[in-house]
């Protein structure tokens, strides 16, 4: 195992730092974890959009302690914490504008991208506006667009990454579906309309899958961990449209991060 991944192993796993601490001292025990790298990448999914409490100094990219990357940091205090994600984040704004922290002694990465090259916004624009036939030509059109062009955008992205940090773990996390089927709603969109845009995500989320395992990262599905909290269940972790806050509209929220996206990730890290 290299020294880097000493490291890694000593900070995640509390098992492991108190070994580390028995055998050979906390000294270098702490050491281990005081070196640690760590740099969270991506879009308002990564950023916290939805979960409130935004940091004033982060303007539009809406950055909050309430998202999942800050609240893994939290708890693991790495010696170095870079927090770049960004709401309304390209593929091309990664490469563009978050990459800078990435260096040979960043030992961790976490990204969410993708769902606005793909036309996250418009998709969800269109279908609550318009009709369940124009609703699902335009999830369609998202789907192409999958097929097509996302790929080679991520891995434009993914070869950045490990070009600046060759020796980083990688964690790639999808997006939640966004509405349990035969739920609780009552009005808003149809089941046909929801059962598209459920399927759009899944396609999205294989598609992202796939990009990633071809670059060697690993990609952490969070559907699993939404499962009963999406729109139209008892217990939503996502906003549903949200007219005077209409940024909001389709998000994690606070529980969304802590309880969904943050217990996935801390998983497989």
């Not at 702490?30 to 790298?37: I, R, V, Y």
């Not at 927090?83 to 990465?109: I, K, M």
Request: charged share 15%.
């Amino acid at each position: 195992m290299s020294k880097r991944m000493s490291r890694f192993a000593a900070l995640t796993s509390s098992l492991l730092l108190a070994a580390g601490a028995a055998l050979f001292g906390a000294g270098q025990a702490a050491a281990a974890e005081a070196d640690f790298g760590y740099v969270a990448l991506g879009d308002s999914y990564s950023s916290g959009v939805g979960a409130g409490n935004y940091d004033s100094s982060s303007g539009s990219c809406k950055r909050t302690t309430r998202a999942y990357p800050a609240l893994w940091a939290a708890a693991h205090s790495p010696q170095t914490f870079s927090f770049t994600a960004c709401s309304g984040a390209r593929t091309g704004d990664v490469l563009a504008n978050q990459l800078a922290p990435l260096n040979s002694g960043t030992d961790l990465v976490s990204i969410t991208v993708g769902g606005n090259d793909a036309g996250f916004s418009d998709v969800m624009t269109t279908c609550v506006l318009q009709s369940e036939s124009t609703c699902v030509s335009r999830v369609n059109e998202a789907k192409r667009y999958v097929d097509t062009t996302l790929p080679g955008q991520l891995d434009q992205v993914y070869n950045a990454i490990s070009g600046r940090a060759p020796a980083a773990r990688v964690v790639v996390l999808g997006y939640p579906r966004f509405y349990k089927l035969n739920g609780t709603c009552v009005a808003g969109l149809t089941e046909g309309e929801r059962t598209a845009i459920n399927g759009a995500a899944d396609h999205l989320n294989a598609a992202i899958a796939k990009r990633a395992a071809d670059h060697g990262y690993t990609f952490a599905s969070v559907v699993g961990a939404f499962t009963g909290h999406e729109i139209c269940s008892g217990s939503p972790w996502l906003h549903s449209v949200n007219w005077t806050n209409i940024g909001e509209s389709y998000h994690p929220t606070a529980a969304g991060q802590s309880g969904g996206y943050l217990p996935v990730f801390s998983g497989n890290v």
